[in-house]
């Protein structure tokens, strides 16, 4: 069964850093996601993209943060400097369109902001 | 206002039990999807359930099944005869309309224990 896929599964950074994480989503798929869930609390929405760019994105997505998608199989969030209050778990997702309802996670990426 | 409400912060289950996990929804657009995933203490997001909401039929997927009331906005996930590893949050979300491209909008989460 195709899955998403996620680098790394723990990250831990300084303060002030910059971070990459990496995803490779289903390889299909149209729409792509990243989500944050701060331990203990509800996942969020972060932002989504689509046809090669930003299609929506919440207010926790400040300029802080970006998206990419280098290459045909990568989809990556940069945080360029990060804060302690960054310190979550990043959830990349994705999706297509169509009769499917279905929008399949990865396994996370832990981030820990020291 | 909260899209999803899970009101239940943490539930217990005896096992072989059966246990409802309740889920309140709010949207305007007719067209919508609710789904539940259950994270393990692992962290994954496992699909368990999917509702559209002109679905005439309550969804059913083995031992999970979604209790759709749509004029009382509310979707409960019933899981019968509960086994250990049911233990773990599960999560209450929603996307208007389900088969586009738009956000899920989660719920808080309830922790579900199994007790032996």
């Known amino acids: 069964e195709p899955e998403v896929t996620q680098t790394p599964s723990h990250q831990v950074t300084q303060m002030g850093q910059e971070v990459i994480l990496r995803c490779v989503p289903i390889?299909?798929?149209?729409?792509f996601y990243w989500y944050r869930q701060i331990l203990g609390q509800k996942v969020e929405f972060l932002v989504s993209f689509y046809n090669n760019e930003i299609s929506e994105k919440s207010e926790i997505f400040d300029d802080q943060f970006s998206v990419e998608r280098p290459d045909g199989s990568n989809f990556t969030l940069k945080i360029r400097s990060t804060k302690l209050e960054d310190s979550a778990m990043y959830f990349c997702?994705?999706?297509?369109?169509?009769?499917?309802?279905?929008?399949?996670f990865g396994p996370g990426t832990r981030l820990t902001v020291t | 206002a909260q899209k999803i409400t899970q009101t239940q912060p943490g539930m217990f289950v005896q096992e072989k039990e059966a246990v409802t996990l309740d889920c309140t929804y709010d949207t305007s657009d007719p067209s919508y999807g609710l789904f539940w995933y259950k994270q393990p203490s692992s962290g994954e997001m496992i699909f368990l359930i999917y509702?559209?909401?002109?679905?005439?039929q309550n969804a059913t997927e083995g031992r999970y099944s979604l209790n759709f009331q749509k004029a009382r906005k509310s979707a409960n996930l019933v899981i019968s005869a509960s086994q250990l590893g049911d233990s773990a949050m599960y999560f209450c979300?929603?996307?208007?309309?389900?088969?586009?491209?738009?956000?899920?909008?989660f719920g808080t989460g309830t922790s579900l224990t199994v007790i032996p």
């Open positions: 509702q559209g909401s002109y679905d005439q």
């Open positions: 997702a994705s999706y297509t369109s169509g009769t499917s309802y279905e929008q399949y």
């Open positions: 390889s299909n798929h149209l729409y």
């Open positions: 979300a929603m996307r208007e309309p389900p088969n586009t491209g738009n956000q899920f909008y």
